[in-house]
């Protein structure tokens, strides 16, 4: 639930504080950042579980999500400098928390049926234990690790 707020409460800190400190401004902007990286993983486990349950279509789902964060990414980018101009960086800030309050409010209005006898320590051990495994395996292939050290460059 905080790394829902934290997107909001950066953008709004950075749009309405007057002469916010250098440190608290990038302190702002980190955590906005990972709230937003918050909100990618979540799609990214949804994807991932609705792909187990339909594998026919889970390249579309990839593709669909990937085609969905690029398009926003271009108009993102396309008319951040327009807005600049017309409203400011405080008023661009401001209208950024838009964005993270939607995602607020999507993740607050979202039902998830809770399990008081499910077994948490024990899964999540094993998920850790099962996630090394598979990481140690991925890493012993060069085939795989390889192209991230060209994309790193």
Not at 72 to 81: K, Y
Not at 95 to 124: C, D, R
Request: glycine share 8%; net charge neutral.
């Amino acid at each position: 639930m905080c790394k829902r707020y934290m997107g909001v409460i950066s953008m709004l800190l950075l749009s309405f504080h007057e002469k916010l400190h250098l440190a608290f401004a990038v302190l702002s902007l980190t955590g906005g950042s990972s709230g937003v990286a918050v909100a990618d993983v979540t799609i990214d486990a949804c994807v991932a579980q609705n792909s187990i349950n339909h594998p026919s279509l889970a390249s579309d789902m990839q593709s669909l999500c990937a085609l969905s964060s690029s398009i926003g990414a271009l108009v993102g980018f396309s008319i951040s400098g327009i807005f600049i101009h017309l409203i400011g960086p405080k008023g661009v800030d401001g209208l950024l928390a838009i964005p993270a309050g939607l995602v607020f409010l999507v993740g607050t209005l979202l039902n998830e049926p809770h399990s008081p006898n499910f077994a948490y320590t024990q899964v999540v051990r094993q998920n850790f234990i099962d996630a090394r495994k598979s990481m140690w395996t991925t890493l012993k292939c060069p085939d795989v690790w390889r192209p991230c050290l060209y994309m790193l460059h």
